[in-house]
């Protein structure tokens, strides 16, 4: 075990990457890792482990440049850098103190490649990644880097039976189809789920289609359903597992997706999926075994699968079943046993 296991990650907000960030902290805290989490100055991610009150983790706020910092990385037994600007931060670490390192990395998009980024990639003691689809982004500028995959982890998400009460009298008699996620055209996708939508509510007139998150693409997406009375954008909300659980049906068209973590949450809660195969997503849902496939972009392809779920309810217990059980291979405790052998590796 670890004497002095240092997390870094420098996100501003609050994302799937920080949520699994808090989740590993959670489960080594558990089983007595002694842990310090550095952070940007007064990041949501360090807020949320202070709430927690979890023992022997030490949380320490630094304001940029970060290098100034760097010192805090030698005494270190490992760092375990959970996004691209931490990943930076110990790899210079690793250059003035030797101290070695793990990367995370959760996102499939193109990697810039430069001599910095292909070295840091390289002298990682092990770089994980989320799935296949981003285990080739890395492998396309470093081929030399070492490379794990451990997926994320569903959140065990609170629900409030009252609270989930209240959403579905407040959508009473309507099939609400849910999406979760930043409002982005260019990664989530929602676009291609409004005109799917558009086609649906002819036919279906109590369908009602929700929106969970903000993003830059807010404000065009208000106006593509602006003809369309059964579409609500809610925003952000702190009780997401009460609204997935009022779900009816999960809708994830995203062009891009490391891994999509949301889907693990969904899951777990036995609400059926629709999703693009995309990413990482593969590596969550399997074709009309635990969700439903369709390519991305193609909005006839989620109007007939959106559909087919909603006709068909032996379908979609079948599928909400299975994806039930397929999430043991994904809870905290399997994760953090996971990242357990790799810090064990690292030690020798």
Do not use: W
């Not at 805290?29 to 842990?35: D, L």
């Amino acid at each position: 075990m670890p004497k002095s296991l240092l997390h870094v990650n420098f996100a501003k907000g609050f994302r799937g990457g920080e949520r699994q960030t808090l989740l590993l902290i959670q489960e080594l805290s558990k089983k007595g890792y002694i842990q310090t989490l550095l952070t940007r100055h007064q990041a949501e991610l360090a807020k949320r482990v202070v709430a927690l009150n979890l023992p022997h983790v030490v949380i320490i706020e630094v304001k940029k440049p970060y290098l100034l910092s760097l010192s805090l990385l030698k005494k270190a037994d490992v760092v375990h850098a959970h996004e691209t600007k931490g990943a930076q931060f110990a790899f210079l670490g690793h250059l003035f103190f030797k101290t070695p390192y793990l990367i995370t990395r959760r996102v499939d998009n193109t990697i810039k490649n430069n001599g910095f980024t292909r070295a840091m990639y390289r002298y990682a003691h092990k770089t994980v990644v989320l799935s296949r689809a981003i285990l080739d982004e890395v492998k396309k500028i470093e081929p030399k880097a070492r490379l794990c995959i451990i997926p994320s982890a569903f959140s065990k998400l609170s629900v409030c039976q009252s609270e989930v009460a209240k959403i579905k009298e407040r959508f009473s008699g309507q099939f609400l189809i849910g999406n979760i996620g930043e409002l982005d055209r260019h990664v989530k996708g929602q676009q291609f789920l409004i005109e799917a939508f558009k086609q649906l509510i002819l036919k279906y007139p109590q369908m009602h289609l929700l929106f969970l998150g903000k993003g830059k693409d807010e404000a065009a997406y208000k106006t593509q359903a602006s003809s369309l009375s059964h579409v609500t954008f809610e925003g952000f909300v702190s009780n997401v597992g009460d609204y997935i659980a009022a779900f009816d049906l999960f809708v994830f068209p995203s062009l891009r997706e490391g891994l999509g973590s949301i889907l693990l949450d969904v899951m777990h809660a036995n609400v059926p999926i629709v999703a693009s195969n995309a990413g990482g997503i593969p590596d969550v849902i399997c074709h009309e075994e635990n969700g439903l496939l369709v390519e991305p972009k193609d909005v006839k392809a989620l109007v007939h699968a959106i559909e087919r779920l909603y006709l068909d309810k032996d379908l979609r217990k079948k599928l909400t079943e299975h994806a039930f059980h397929d999430t043991d291979m994904f809870s905290p405790e399997r994760m953090a046993e996971r990242y357990e052998a790799l810090y064990a590796e690292v030690l020798g």
